[in-house]
Nanobody, 124 residues
């Protein structure tokens, strides 16, 4: 059974930091490109960041570039998202998503597996 389990969300003040994790099981994690995708209240899915299967290349949405860092540990089957300088507009449910390809996609519809999401709330 494929599972993607996110953790690390919570309530943080503007300017704060959080680190999200996504534990994968049930598929060959090292062969899948991975991304973080978020859904803000009342809005659609927004691709945030992606990383190639081997971890060599990362990419980011303009809205988070310079503040977020995606990484992966293929030995631990885990994906991470380090978030700094958080803003209220970063408030959303964050999902990790797996794509059966070596390369990422900015289109949420291109992903095969999804986690249940973790809530991030940025508020004073």
């Amino acid at each position: 059974e494929v599972q993607l389990v996110e953790s690390g969300g919570g309530l943080v003040q503007p300017g704060g930091s959080l680190r999200l994790s996504c534990a994968a099981s049930g598929f060959t994690f090292s062969m899948y490109a991975m991304s973080w995708v978020r859904r803000a209240p009342g809005k659609g899915l927004e691709w945030v960041s992606g990383i190639l299967s081997g971890g060599q290349v990362t990419n980011y949405a303009d809205s988070v570039k310079g503040r977020f860092t995606i990484s992966r540990d293929n030995a631990k089957n885990t994906l991470y998202l380090q978030m700094h300088s958080l803003k209220p507009e970063d408030t959303a449910v964050y999902y990790c998503a797996a794509r059966s390809s070596s390369v990422t996609s900015g289109s949420p519809g291109d992903y095969d597996y999804w986690g249940q999401g973790t809530q991030v709330t940025v508020s004073s």
